[in-house]
């Protein structure tokens, strides 16, 4: 198993345009969250899936932001006219739990670096 | 609502010192409390968890206990090492459980 993987790991992009990050959580495990994390804060709750459903979006997820997990596997975040104020880095985690509990462990990824210049 | 406050960093250590790093939390019920910690260039780690009241997690050195009368969850290692430099996040799930609420995170840094 090599863990969560998200890319690109560094996105730069002008004010204005579109970016979509990708993730690959561990294998078999239904539960998919995206954080964001400013630098000197710790990561925000954004959205997660609990296999393709999206169960839970943060009051942080404006309208310009969207995700997916079409086959519940993998997952898209999209941001859609992306402003100075979206630079952050974008993190997923994955893992395995049952019920409404978050006592089991989430692993993450490396996390995108994003850039709005 | 929930919270979690970590102490201000940066913590700079000398080799073999002594590390606290302060966590307290504001919660209803007594949630699982976590620490994770982040290495340069990498994603976030579990480094240790208490599921309740009075228990101790602990994982390559590191300690700390839930203690629901003072809210707290500090984190000690008795004898830091450079390979310890990185920053450390609190956390606590949220209400419904369904995701992590995370401190600031505290950055140490660690020099021989």
């Known amino acids: 198993d090599t863990g969560v993987s998200q890319d690109p790991r560094h996105k730069i992009t002008k004010r204005g345009q579109n970016v979509t990050f990708r993730c690959d959580p561990i294998s078999e495990h239904n539960r998919l969250y995206w954080y964001r994390q400013t630098l000197g804060q710790g990561p925000e709750f954004l959205t997660y899936f609990q296999n393709e459903a999206q169960l839970e979006k943060s009051r942080l997820l404006s309208d310009r932001f969207s995700a997916e997990r079409p086959k519940g596997s993998f997952s898209t975040l999209e941001i859609q006219r992306t402003e100075q104020g979206d630079s952050a880095m974008y993190l997923c985690?994955?893992?395995?739990?049952?019920?409404?509990?978050?006592?089991?462990?989430?692993?993450f990824g490396q996390g995108t670096r994003l850039t709005v210049v | 609502g929930d919270s979690v406050t970590q102490m201000e960093g940066p913590v700079t250590l000398s080799e073999e010192a002594f590390l606290t790093i302060n966590c307290t939390y504001t919660?209803?019920?007594?949630?699982?409390l976590f620490w994770y910690v982040q290495y340069p260039g990498e994603g976030l780690q579990l480094l240790l968890k208490?599921?309740?009241?009075?228990d101790k997690g602990s994982n390559k050195g590191f300690e700390a206990t839930y203690r629901k009368e003072t809210t707290s969850f500090h984190l000690e290692k008795g004898s830091v090492q450079v390979s310890d430099s990185a920053v450390y996040f609190c956390?606590?799930?949220?209400?419904?459980?369904?995701?992590?609420?995370f401190g600031k995170g505290t950055t140490l840094s660690v020099s021989s």
């Open positions: 919660a209803t019920g007594y949630p699982s």
């Open positions: 985690a994955s893992s395995r739990a049952t019920g409404s509990s978050m006592n089991t462990e989430a692993f």
């Open positions: 208490a599921t309740k009241a009075d």
């Open positions: 956390a606590l799930p949220n209400q419904a459980g369904t995701a992590l609420i």
